[in-house]
């Protein structure tokens, strides 16, 4: 592999200046993205809390629910609460419930620091989507949880903490069981800590996040199978259709008169490939061959979007060759310590 550096440019001129241009590109993209998310959320509890007042329809559609389940074969929700005996386990259950809100705010605002052209953009697009497709599903199809049904137990309110007993609940909608908002947000926040860390730990943990939100819904009373299965099922679909258009996005020829490259990853190394090197297999570690700031005409304008977007990959560019360059040092310096010794034993 051959990499190649420009060097009329500092390294660390180049670092410095990209990390300028990404804290300010961010600093105004935060308040309008914290304006949509507000304003989803004001959306969606409001639409919420139109069908708070159907608890007959509601029960009578666990119900139905619950029958159908039971003739699957997949009714395990009694069966999983009657397995634990540890009251502790449901305390511990509870409480990985409520800190699924703070969590995923954690991962997105983390997400939007690190990734904001990529990771984020996708996780807030798939959050918008799945969020609109819930709320018309809770108009249609009111849902009870298990817990307001015969032969289940309240998880929250038997051993605690309930999470309808703090503040700020009371206008909490409670017959939108269907599907498991729950789940989809994690699924979500398992995709964005996957793609925000390349370490094995943090990626096991942003796959087992979503398998225990699953189990935990269903063990505390919050939702059926169904529930999470059709909120699993969103999540997936919702971020296969944002990556596809992020990817077509992200993969045309130009960027307002920016030359694009293919991104490839070689052993956590952000290596870029020009299009004239395809058929010699020759990688090529660009750092600034690209100006950072290009003449703005009408012809090679770069949208600040764009621009952050070459300058994140400028600058993981710049971290792989320097990591390339001390294993090399690493490599030779046993070799030069042998020399160093020959040199004095000749002497």
């Avoid at 993969?251 to 956590?268: K, L, N, Q, Y």
């Amino acid at each position: 592999m051959t990499l190649t550096l420009d060097s009329h440019i500092a390294p660390a001129r180049h670092a410095a200046t990209s990390s300028i241009v990404r804290f300010r590109l961010r600093h105004i993209d935060a308040p309008a993205n914290v304006l949509v998310l507000a304003a989803l959320w004001f959306v969606y509890a409001t639409v919420r809390n139109l069908t708070s007042d159907t608890q007959q329809a509601a029960i009578g559609n666990a119900s139905r629910l619950l029958d159908v389940e039971s003739a699957l074969g997949i009714d395990i929700e009694g069966a999983l609460q009657s397995a634990i005996d540890w009251p502790q386990a449901f305390v511990v259950a509870n409480t990985y419930y409520l800190l699924h809100f703070p969590l995923t705010l954690t991962v997105i605002a983390l997400a939007f620091w690190r990734r904001r052209a990529t990771v984020f953009a996708v996780v807030r697009n798939s959050l918008i989507g799945c969020s609109a497709v819930a709320l018309v599903i809770h108009l249609i199809v009111p849902m009870a949880p298990p817990r307001m049904l015969p032969g289940f137990v309240d998880a929250g309110a038997t051993f605690g903490p309930d999470p309808y007993a703090i503040a700020g609940s009371e206008s909490a909608n409670q017959f939108a069981a269907m599907p498991s908002m729950h789940v989809a947000w994690a699924i979500l926040v398992g995709y964005a800590i996957w793609h925000l860390s390349a370490h094995r730990i943090v990626r096991i943990v942003g796959i087992v996040h979503p398998v225990l939100t699953s189990l935990v819904v269903i063990v505390t009373g919050h939702h059926f199978v169904f529930d999470v299965a059709i909120g699993a099922g969103l999540a997936f679909a919702l971020l296969f259709l944002t990556t596809r258009l992020s990817n077509r996005r992200h993969r045309r020829p130009s960027f307002g008169g920016v030359e694009a490259h293919e991104d490839m990853t070689i052993g956590g190394a952000a290596i870029t490939r020009r299009p004239d090197d395809r058929t010699h297999s020759v990688f090529h570690t660009e750092t600034t061959t690209t100006r950072i700031h290009k003449e703005r005409t009408p012809t090679n304008y770069v949208h600040p979007q764009h621009q952050l977007m070459l300058h994140e990959q400028r600058h993981r560019q710049l971290e792989a060759a320097a990591a390339v360059h001390r294993a090399i040092g690493e490599r030779l310096q046993p070799r030069r310590r042998v020399a160093r010794r020959q040199t004095a034993d000749h002497r």
